[in-house]
T-cell receptor, first 113, second 108 residues
Framework: DGGITQSPKYLFRKEGQNVTLSCEQN?????MYWYRQDPGQGLRLIYY???????QKGDIAEGYSVSREKKESFPLTVTSAQKNPTAFYLC????????????FGQGTRLTVV | GENVEQHPSTLSVQEGDSAVIKCTYS??????FPWYKQELGKGPQLIID?????GEKKDQRIAVTLNKTAKHFSLHITETQPEDSAVYFC???????FGAGTRLTVKP
């Protein structure tokens, strides 16, 4: 069953704790992305990776970190430096780096209490 | 990143009416123009796209039109149905950015 798996679907953390969101894909896509979505808002780009062992900051990278050690995996860590981490996080992939359809996971809803 | 502006932010129509959502982009190098639909609690999914070498593309009740001179492309939904109610996003894949989204409500 091909696709993008984000886990967990819901995540609760205490303020001040780091938390890592998982994104795994078996589509053999080179490019992977992380977006943040707040209620009633659009998608804001956090980080993206066009190839293994390389990634770039998006528009709102502060307080987040990523790694791309394997083509299939692009985990996102929400650090304690992120001032308002409660949000819906979406992982996406695309076949090419640019100009191609994006495929999205089902998202992880993070709530920090 | 590229500036992508999407209008309107909300749109309410009566079932059977048409809906039009417009997206304006800034990078003239863009050559791929997609529209995505996001249902509640899920990730967006591609519903239609167009390449810069054509001006219009249709798929049953949905269509996308492109005006490269004016740098905008539009999503057209005809004969709207309640299941069309969702949030729609345009994108500028050249820079991996999305519009702010349009919440479409189709009233029965």
């Amino acid at each position: 069953d091909g696709g993008i798996t984000q886990s967990p679907k819901y995540l609760f953390r205490k303020e001040g704790q780091n938390v890592t969101l998982s994104c795994e894909q078996n589509l053999n896509h080179d490019a992977m992305y992380w977006y943040r979505q707040d209620p009633g808002q659009g998608l804001r780009l956090i980080y993206y990776s066009q190839i293994v062992n390389d990634f770039q900051k998006g528009d709102i990278a502060e307080g987040y970190s990523v790694s791309r050690e394997k083509k299939e995996s692009f985990p996102l860590t929400v650090t304690s430096a992120q001032k308002n981490p409660t949000a819906f996080y979406l992982c996406a992939t695309s076949y090419g780096a640019q100009g191609a359809e994006a495929f999205f996971g089902q998202g992880t809803r993070l709530t920090v209490v | 990143g590229e500036n992508v502006e999407q209008h309107p932010s909300t749109l309410s129509v009566q079932e059977g009416d048409s809906a039009v959502i417009k997206c304006t982009y800034s990078d003239s190098a863009s050559n791929y123009f997609p529209w995505y639909k996001q249902e509640l609690g899920k990730g967006p999914q591609l519903i239609i796209d167009i390449r810069s070498n054509v001006g219009e593309k249709k798929d049953q009740r949905i269509a996308v039109t492109l005006n490269k001179t004016a740098k905008h492309f539009s999503l057209h939904i005809t004969e709207t149905q309640p299941e069309d109610s969702a949030v729609y996003f345009c994108a500028a894949p050249l820079h991996m950015r999305f519009g702010a989204g349009t919440r479409l409500t189709v009233k029965p």
